[in-house]
């Protein structure tokens, strides 16, 4: 139904700078809240930011002022750029959309592969 692919991924020294992109295909009509999270190994994996679909947007705490989620709606893609990375932003980050108004959609949303991202110290 939707198939995303996350980009951008690395390894870059604390201080660095990232940017994700995540490119969504497929029902578009499923295709709405755009989310970033990420698992870090031997954690739950946490919601980072998003952007619903009338473009407001959410960060977790610990990243608010560093990282910044954009989306361009004409290429279905969403970004996040990470400035001023720390060594505990090292985890693997998914993408994710869901659309709650449309009961045609997974509810729990779709999901990409992951991409991972290591901050070194």
Not at 52 to 70: A, E, M, N
Not at 74 to 103: F, G, I, R
Request: with cysteine.
């Amino acid at each position: 139904q939707v198939q995303l692919v996350e980009s951008g991924g690395g390894l870059v020294e604390a201080g660095g700078s990232l940017r994700l992109s995540c490119a969504a295909s497929g029902d578009t009509a499923c295709i709405s809240n755009m989310h970033w999270y990420r698992q870090a190994p031997g954690k739950k994996r946490e919601l980072v930011a998003t952007m619903t679909s009338f473009g407001s947007t959410h960060y977790l705490d610990s990243v608010k002022g560093r990282f910044t989620i954009s989306r361009d709606n004409a290429k279905n893609t969403v970004y996040l750029q990470m400035n001023s990375l720390k060594p505990e932003d090292t985890a693997v980050y998914y993408c994710n959309t869901d659309n709650p108004e449309n009961s045609e959609c997974q509810l729990a949303g779709y999901w990409g592969q992951g991409t991972q991202v290591t901050v070194s110290s």
